[in-house]
């Protein structure tokens, strides 16, 4: 079974463009979350995305956005990159919520760089 | 959420058996203890996860006292492989209306020859 999907790998980026992430999920899985890890930082919840809506946001700026296509893969949208969005961003995935609990499978992630 | 508290390094020798405890002294009636691991460059990985007394996989065993305030991740016999940042979450039952996981800073763990 194929585990999560992130690309590119790496993305460099300079400051004021616009950065688009992608994520497929295990096949099965209609939950897809996106998280960010800053360097020598923990991982920070940033959007949570089940059958096409968006469920939940964490403290993140409107220019951070995304959404779910049918298929359950998602995408993830950085506007106007500053240079602190210099991360790690991971993607998850996980079955339909309400039945299980904690257990979400992880991509190798996007290392995202701004110049 | 409740909050967790663990230590926020450890060293261990090859061969050794590791007990990384966390304390989640506010833990609800419906929440979980999930322990995930990470490694450098690399997306968190599910260890294991449960509720109350003794869990154990083929990876790692959870213990949990009665009072579920804490709880112990033991590793046995580790190798320089385990060498890692080992995360305690607790999470509602039904994972939560929000859907979020909630990761402190987590135990580095180094594993030394």
């Known amino acids: 079974e194929a585990g999560v999907t992130q690309s590119p790998t790496h993305l460099i980026k300079t400051r004021g463009q616009q950065a688009t992430l992608r994520c497929s999920p295990i096949?099965?899985?209609?939950?897809v979350y996106w998280y960010q890890q800053a360097l020598g930082l923990g991982l920070q919840f940033l959007l949570w995305?089940?059958?096409?809506?968006?469920?939940n946001r964490g403290n993140f700026p409107p220019r951070f956005s995304g959404r779910q296509f049918p298929n359950y893969s998602s995408e993830l949208n950085v506007n106007a990159l500053e240079l602190e969005d210099s991360a790690l961003y991971l993607c998850?995935?996980?079955?339909?919520?309400?039945?299980?609990?904690?257990?979400?499978?992880f991509g190798p992630g996007t290392r995202l760089t701004v110049t | 959420l409740a909050k967790t508290t663990q230590p926020i390094s450890m060293d261990s020798y090859e061969g050794q058996e590791v007990n990384i405890t966390c304390s989640h002294n506010?833990?609800?009636?419906?929440?979980?203890i999930t322990w995930y691991q990470q490694f450098p460059s690399q997306g968190p990985r599910f260890i294991i996860q449960?509720?109350?007394t003794k869990v154990t996989n083929e990876v790692a065993s959870l213990f949990i006292p009665a009072d579920r305030k804490s709880s112990t991740l033991s590793l046995p016999r580790v190798s320089l492989s385990d060498t890692a940042v080992y995360y305690c979450?607790?999470?509602?039952?039904?994972?939560?209306?929000?859907?979020?996981?909630?990761f402190g800073k987590g135990t580095k763990l180094s594993v030394k020859p």
């Open positions: 998850a995935s996980s079955p339909t919520p309400g039945q299980g609990s904690g257990e979400q499978y």
């Open positions: 995305y089940d059958e096409g809506e968006e469920r």
């Open positions: 096949s099965g899985h209609t939950s």
């Open positions: 979450l607790v999470v509602p039952y039904y994972g939560g209306s929000q859907g979020n996981l909630i």
């Open positions: 506010n833990i609800a009636t419906n929440d979980y």
């Open positions: 449960g509720y109350k």
